[in-house]
């Protein structure tokens, strides 16, 4: 069992920042993809960025050139660094952590921390 503890959320104005940040404790896996995906009311879950201990990262296209994720691998927890949000970014904003061993991997999600982006 793994758990994801998310903090960083909140209300802030169209061109701001904030940075987000998931904790991983339990079961950690040593290899293992932690990540971020975000829901908009009425839309579907879309991946917004995710990274591997070695360093490889994807990005939605959305995204790419205003946010950035990092790992502290030492401490099990990922970032993501929001700049330049816009309205369209407000969603609830999902931790994302899955293990890339054995034949059935396992995938935990934590409970979401909402964004909101608005004057």
């Known amino acids: 069992q793994v758990q994801l503890v998310e903090s960083g959320g909140g209300l802030v104005q169209p061109g701001g920042s904030l940075r987000l940040s998931c904790a991983a404790s339990g079961s950690i896996s040593r290899l293992n993809i932690m990540g971020w995906f975000r829901q908009a009311p009425g839309l579907q879950r879309e991946l917004v960025a995710a990274?591997?201990?070695?360093?490889?990262?994807n990005y939605a296209d959305s995204v790419k050139d205003r946010f950035t994720i990092t790992r502290d691998n030492a401490k099990n927890t990922v970032y993501l660094q929001m700049n330049s949000l816009q309205p369209e970014d407000t969603a609830v904003y999902y931790c994302?952590?899955?293990?890339?061993?054995?034949?059935?991997?396992?995938?935990?999600w934590g409970k979401g921390t909402l964004v909101t982006v608005s004057s």
């Open positions: 994302n952590y899955r293990e890339l061993l054995g034949l059935r991997p396992n995938e935990y």
């Open positions: 990274m591997t201990k070695g360093g490889t990262t």
